[in-house]
């Protein structure tokens, strides 16, 4: 969990969660999305995918990336968990 906290505390990585959430994308088109490089996006790619939040499919030459829904969700449950008690605190 530690690893999906730190993840997503970078706008960038977030940004590419939300891009990568519906759709499978290379690096290149993600970087295309952004004023970085392609390797610094293959970076946050590496910290995403180690947190468990991104998956990475081969398709011949090119590696395609998506949000990992089961990672989402263990980030979720975790989080929701302090919602709930701020609530009951109110």
Not at 7 to 31: H, K
Not at 43 to 55: D, F, I, R, T
């Amino acid at each position: 969990m530690e690893a999906a906290l730190k993840a997503i505390a970078a706008p960038r990585r977030r940004q590419i969660l939300t891009l990568v959430r519906e759709d499978e994308l290379s690096a290149g088109e993600i970087a295309s999305h952004f004023d970085v490089t392609r390797p610094a996006v293959s970076q946050h790619l590496n910290v995403l995918k180690e947190a468990g939040l991104v998956s990475e499919r081969r398709n011949g030459t090119r590696r395609l990336y998506r949000a990992r829904p089961e990672g989402l969700a263990e980030l979720k449950d975790f989080l929701e968990e302090f919602w709930d008690i701020r609530l009951e605190t109110l």
